[in-house]
């Protein structure tokens, strides 16, 4: 295994760096990431980015919410019975609000820590933090990764087709 964690092309502008994603993709590479100081329109396409957070949420949502009522149901009907002005035991009207509300906290809580594991968070130093030219990431200039997990990764073949889309420089990135 090489000391190289992967590759950075510099570009200039966001049409450069979305090119470029997309010269990356039907080259085949699939271990991609974009960096920009701002949203670049096309970039999560470019990159088939998909995310499964909204299944997390609403699997959460849905299993808070049902555990919160079974809850209530069980507290109310079988193990703490009390016969409040005539109410039946089982008196389901009377959960909906506490079942809404603990369902919206599952969801919110289960985005939250999937969203921190997905990220890899927390995460205090990154390898791209070790090319110098990186940190005009944040100001004016685009970059394109290629990680050395990519299953066509070869850093003599990706150093050239990332010099074929014309950067201002090709970096590496060691582990």
């Known amino acids: 295994m090489s ?6 092309a510099e570009f200039v502008g966001a049409g450069d760096v979305l ?19 701002y949203p670049v329109a096309g970039v999560a396409e470019a990159l088939a980015f998909r995310s499964r957070l909204s299944r997390v ?3 959460a949502g849905l299993l808070g919410g049902a555990a919160m009522f079974l809850f209530q149901g069980w507290v109310h009907a079988i193990d703490w019975q009390l016969d409040i002005g005539g109410r039946r035991p089982f008196a389901a009207p009377a959960f909906i609000v506490p079942t809404f509300e603990v369902t919206i906290l599952a969801a919110a809580l289960a985005t939250v820590f999937a969203m921190f594991i997905r990220n890899g968070l927390p995460r205090l130093h990154h390898p791209l933090f070790s090319v110098p030219a990186f940190e005009r990431a944040s100001r004016d200039r685009f970059f394109l990764f290629i990680g050395a997990d990519d299953p066509k990764f070869a850093a ?7 010099a074929s889309l014309a950067p201002l420089e090709v970096h590496d990135v060691p582990r």
Do not use: E, Q, W
């Not at 090119?19 to 039907?26: I, Y």
């Open 3 to 8: 000391g190289l964690r992967g590759l950075l």
């Open 19 to 37: 090119a470029a994603t997309r010269a990356a993709r039907r080259a085949g590479y699939v271990a991609l990431d974009v960096f920009s100081p």
């Open 57 to 59: 949420t609403f699997v």
């Open 156 to 162: 003599p073949a990706v150093r050239t087709f990332l």
